[in-house]
């Protein structure tokens, strides 16, 4: 059992939303066009993506069909439309203090690795030993990899995600 947990495309910014609402960049098409056809993702797999508009538009993109919707897999939740130039260093704050919303109108990050880990071993146990693929957000993919390997969250290995990007992992026991 292999997770493949992929981080959606490009997405459009649009300072006067929420990132929750905002779809695909038609820029980054290409990069999602070149992870399909990579040999990165598995050919015979389960496919979930998160509710939002950038990860269910790359996951049929990957695919070329519409992908079941997990509600619980969607990003660490930031209701605000504040603009934040020091965007990388919120999030930080929201590792360094989990319980806490790192900034007006955000999720307690503590709070979203309890939804994700808990959805992915629902989906998990509901597909013993077989691959699952997973469309998503570099935050909610970030505390879900150190959920299931017990491993501190890699906020270097979180900068380093590009959009779309894939991390594999065969987690430890669930």
Do not use: C
């Amino acid at each position: 059992m292999t997770l493949y947990l992929v981080r959606h495309g490009r997405s459009t910014m649009d300072r006067g939303t929420a990132p929750h609402t905002w779809g695909l960049d038609p820029a980054g098409y290409p990069a999602i066009d070149e992870l399909r056809t990579s040999g990165r993702l598995p050919a015979e797999a389960f496919w979930f993506t998160s509710p939002e508009p950038k990860t269910r538009a790359t996951a049929r993109r990957l695919t070329g069909r519409d992908v079941e919707v997990v509600h619980d897999l969607r990003e660490h939740e930031r209701h605000s439309t504040v603009w934040l130039d020091d965007f990388p260093a919120v999030v930080r704050r929201a590792f360094d203090h989990p319980a806490q919303p790192a900034h007006p109108g955000w999720e307690p990050l503590a709070r979203t690795r309890e939804r994700v880990a808990g959805a992915v071993r629902r989906l998990l146990e509901e597909h013993p030993g077989r691959d699952l693929v997973l469309v998503g957000h570099g935050t909610a993919w970030t505390v879900l990899r150190s959920e299931l390997t017990g491993e501190p969250p890699d906020l270097d290995a979180w900068a380093r995600l590009r959009m779309p990007d894939v991390w594999v992992l065969e987690p430890r026991a669930v």
